[in-house]
């Protein structure tokens, strides 16, 4: 009788002592909540970061740099792409003419898409321009072919009197050209091998008609 009274009192004591734990730990966990709450408002309430420097790298995993991101000269900023041997394989231009480079590592083809003046076009490189279509706005457009030293061989063009097909020699002069014009008239020429003579085949507003020309675009014959 006398040990269970101690017991009970015992017991009671040891209720109260974990209630007050009970207490204290709801406390701070409530503390905890609004603290960790804070600091995601205030992450989420901090303005965009902005990193400034000149250039930038981008690095795999092996430490070689695989892009690059610089300002260069007056062209402005420039995203250049690496294969893994550090050889460019691509490049993208700002400034005031922008244009876009692809590179086939390991050769001399590259591929070229940008603005030039007023100008805008395409470009298929080797060794030199191999071919290029080039457009002007509000005045002509054409597309060029050139051999392997650069020489143009073929020409097809649009502009505001109508459209042509030009085909050149190993020397880059003119040998044979059809147009076809907005005016009505169509002609096809066509050049001795030595500039001697030209003949002329064409269809003009009263007809058609064939003359041959001396070298320097002179009638020498002509039907009817």
Same mark, same amino acid.
């Not at 017991?7 to 966990?29: H, I």
């Not at 321009?129 to 706005?137: D, K, S």
């Given at each position: 009788?006398?040990?269970?009274?101690?017991?009970?009192?015992?017991?009671?004591?040891?209720?109260? +002592?974990?209630? $007050?734990?009970?207490?204290?730990?709801?406390?701070?966990?409530?503390?905890?909540?609004?603290?960790?709450?804070?600091?995601?408002?205030?992450?989420?309430?901090?303005?965009?970061?902005?990193?400034?420097?000149?250039?930038?790298? %981008?690095?795999?995993?092996?430490?070689?740099?695989?892009?690059?991101?610089?300002?260069?000269?007056?062209?402005?900023?420039?995203?250049?792409?690496?294969? !893994?041997?550090?050889?460019?394989?691509?490049?993208?231009?700002?400034?005031?003419?922008?244009?876009?480079?692809?590179?086939?590592?390991?050769?001399?083809?590259?591929?070229?898409?940008?603005?030039?003046? !007023?100008?805008?076009?395409?470009? %298929?490189?080797?060794?030199?321009?191999?071919?290029? /279509?080039?457009?002007?706005?509000?005045?002509?457009?054409? /597309?060029?072919?050139?051999?392997?030293?650069?020489?143009?061989? $073929?020409?097809?063009?649009?502009?505001?009197?109508?459209?042509?097909? /030009?085909?050149?020699?190993?020397?880059?002069?003119?040998?044979?050209?059809? !147009?076809? %014009?907005?005016?009505?008239?169509?002609?096809?020429?066509?050049?001795?091998? $030595?500039? +001697?003579?030209?003949?002329?085949?064409?269809? $003009?507003?009263?007809?058609?008609?064939?003359?041959?020309?001396? +070298?320097?675009?002179?009638?020498?014959?002509?039907?009817?």
């Amino acid at each position: 009788m006398h040990t269970r009274e101690p017991n009970l009192q015992a017991l009671a004591e040891r209720v109260t +002592k974990l209630e $007050a734990q009970n207490r204290r730990l709801k406390q701070g966990g409530i503390a905890v909540l609004v603290f960790a709450s804070t600091l995601m408002f205030m992450a989420e309430a901090q303005p965009d970061r902005v990193i400034e420097a000149n250039s930038f790298q %981008l690095k795999d995993s092996t430490g070689k740099v695989r892009a690059k991101l610089s300002v260069e000269g007056p062209n402005g900023p420039t995203l250049s792409f690496l294969d !893994a041997k550090g050889v460019h394989v691509a490049s993208l231009s700002g400034g005031d003419e922008p244009f876009l480079v692809l590179f086939r590592p390991g050769t001399e083809e590259q591929i070229k898409l940008g603005t030039f003046g !007023a100008m805008y076009g395409l470009g %298929l490189y080797d060794k030199g321009i191999r071919a290029g /279509l080039t457009i002007q706005p509000g005045s002509s457009s054409s /597309l060029d072919f050139f051999d392997e030293s650069g020489k143009p061989q $073929a020409t097809m063009q649009t502009d505001q009197t109508g459209a042509s097909i /030009l085909f050149s020699d190993s020397a880059g002069k003119i040998t044979s050209s059809w !147009a076809n %014009l907005h005016n009505g008239n169509a002609f096809f020429a066509m050049d001795g091998a $030595a500039g +001697k003579f030209r003949l002329a085949v064409g269809k $003009a507003v009263g007809g058609p008609s064939l003359e041959l020309e001396d +070298k320097d675009q002179k009638v020498i014959w002509s039907a009817p």
